[in-house]
């Protein structure tokens, strides 16, 4: 079964395309206040309150692209398609800019489909009732770089080093429902605390409409898509050398199946190295020229630690950062939502590099080392699967062969050995931490 997006933009878009009687529609609107459709952001405010600069309409046309791409994912439930994963998407865009969006409409489908699994046919129509923003303000702050600061601890250590070396920084966050902002507005007070001047903050709220009937769509993997071009789009305002740089370490950048049942649904994209390659020509494709840097993509979690620009810093703020995938689980075993659940694989790498230098120390609703969850468990099964994988890497004699780390999606041939050597690392730093669970 297809499903059709239908984006409108203004209050004077009242677009309807011939569907075919059997494929559902979802209509959506952007920057139409008021409208039962209307897709909920801040950008405009966000942007005027910062005294910032005017978009170009690329930039505009790429933010509206990323909302709309992640408004389908989580619209569209998985559990409605034919094998209950993949999805087949036609997402109808205006776009002010339609000859360079045509142009690369296949590019942008490629990268769609690797970061979500689905089939994506995305058609651009020309933006009729396109209105440039005009930002109130000549003020614009000093920026010299922009990162991502999502409220985990990877973007926490990019923002030290960055800051460690005197850069004016813009800080990009992204909220919509549940607790994602408070985590990310402890971590910006307390980054603010030590560095003050030096930062501007974004944070943008995106709030597709909620769903009137079922639950919509909860795996988000396009989350990271419209991420990327918030900070694309900040970036651009202020020149197109500006640099957007996403911290994430490797490990979590792979994010190798842990078992050949975790290929599809439990093996995420979100800043895998083919995936950025591919949003990088998507941007050169349609004429945005800032860069995207991932300086920490040959790094473990516990190395990037261990090399940040001022641990001090570092020790003092990871009590106030958040990386688990499910903070508000806490609720269904009766403990106070906003810890950490301690069997997640984000929440077990980061125990594990944090253990690696001496840090370890976090609050989890489940301490996996002295009540390790049943295997047969939703709560079990990562922390299964992370016992299965060290068991094999031990019996390698450690070798980690190049199909392993090439299961989760094409690499560069020149990074290929760096990032085998450093899958190899990881796994080890994990194994260590889960050695007195280990038969």
Same mark, same amino acid.
């Given at each position: 079964?297809?499903?059709?997006?239908?984006?409108?933009?203004?209050?004077?878009?009242?677009?309807?395309?011939?569907?075919?009687?059997? %494929?559902?529609?979802v209509i959506v609107s952007i920057d139409n206040p008021g409208d039962t459709f209307a897709i909920g952001n801040n950008l405009l405010k966000e942007v005027e309150s910062r005294a910032s600069l005017n978009p170009s309409s690329l930039a505009v046309d790429l933010v509206?692209?990323?909302?709309?791409?992640?408004?389908?994912?989580?619209?569209?439930?998985?559990?409605?398609?034919?094998?209950?994963?993949?999805?087949?998407?036609?997402?109808?865009?205006?776009?002010?800019?339609?000859?360079?969006?045509?142009? $690369?409409r296949e590019l942008a489908q490629e990268m769609l489909s690797f970061l979500t699994g689905d089939r994506w046919d995305i058609r651009f129509r020309q933006h009729e009732c396109y209105e440039k923003w005009y930002v109130a303000s000549s003020d614009a702050p000093t920026v010299d770089v922009v990162s991502l600061l999502s409220g985990g601890l990877d973007s926490l250590v990019g923002a030290i080093d960055l800051l460690e070396e005197g850069r004016n920084v813009a800080f990009i966050s992204h909220y919509g429902a549940g607790m994602t902002k408070s985590f990310q507005d402890d971590v910006l007070r307390a980054l603010e605390k030590e560095y003050g001047s030096l930062i501007t903050p974004y944070s943008f709220y995106v709030q597709p409409p909620k769903k009137r009937t079922g639950s919509g769509e909860p795996s988000m993997r396009s989350r990271s898509i419209l991420f990327l071009s918030l900070g694309t789009f900040v970036a651009s305002l202020f020149s197109e050398k500006i640099p957007l740089v996403v911290a994430e370490n490797g490990?979590?950048?792979?994010?190798?199946?842990?078992?050949?049942?975790?290929?599809?649904?439990?093996?995420?994209?979100?800043?895998?190295?083919?995936?950025?390659a591919l949003y990088r020509k998507l941007l050169d494709s349609i004429g945005l020229d800032n860069p995207v840097e991932l300086p920490y993509r040959f790094q473990t979690k516990g190395e990037m630690f261990e090399?940040?620009?001022?641990?001090?810093?570092?020790?003092?703020?990871?009590?106030?950062?958040? $990386?688990? $995938?499910?903070?508000?689980?806490?609720?269904?075993?009766?403990?106070?939502?906003?810890?950490?659940?301690?069997?997640?694989?984000?929440?077990?790498?980061?125990?594990?590099?944090?253990?690696?230098?001496?840090?370890?120390?976090?609050?989890?609703?489940?301490?996996?080392?002295?009540?390790?969850?049943?295997?047969?468990?939703?709560?079990?099964?990562?922390?299964?699967?992370?016992?299965?994988?060290? %068991?094999?890497?031990?019996? $390698?004699?450690?070798?980690?062969?190049?199909?392993?780390?090439?299961?989760?999606?094409?690499?560069?041939?020149?990074?290929?050995? %760096?990032?085998?050597?450093m899958y190899s690392r990881g796994i080890d730093e994990v194994g260590q931490f889960l050695e007195p669970t280990l038969s």
């Open positions: 079964m297809r499903w059709h997006l239908i984006v409108r933009i203004g209050s004077a878009d009242f677009y309807t395309p011939t569907v075919a009687s059997n %494929e559902p529609r509206n692209f990323a909302i709309a791409i992640y408004t389908a994912d989580l619209k569209i439930a998985r559990s409605l398609s034919e094998d209950r994963w993949t999805r087949d998407l036609v997402v109808h865009l205006p776009v002010v800019n339609l000859d360079a969006w045509t142009g $690369s490990l979590i950048s792979l994010n190798v199946p842990l078992t050949s049942a975790r290929i599809g649904s439990l093996s995420t994209r979100t800043t895998h190295p083919h995936f950025i090399q940040v620009r001022n641990p001090e810093v570092l020790k003092r703020l990871v009590p106030v950062t958040m $990386s688990c $995938s499910h903070p508000e689980s806490g609720r269904y075993l009766g403990k106070k939502p906003g810890n950490h659940c301690g069997y997640c694989v984000p929440c077990i790498i980061r125990r594990a590099s944090l253990a690696a230098v001496g840090l370890d120390n976090d609050n989890c609703n489940i301490d996996i080392l002295t009540e390790a969850p049943a295997y047969d468990t939703d709560r079990g099964r990562d922390f299964r699967a992370f016992q299965m994988v060290i %068991e094999r890497h031990k019996a $390698s004699g450690s070798k980690v062969s190049l199909f392993d780390v090439l299961e989760s999606g094409p690499l560069p041939p020149d990074d290929i050995k %760096e990032y085998v050597a």
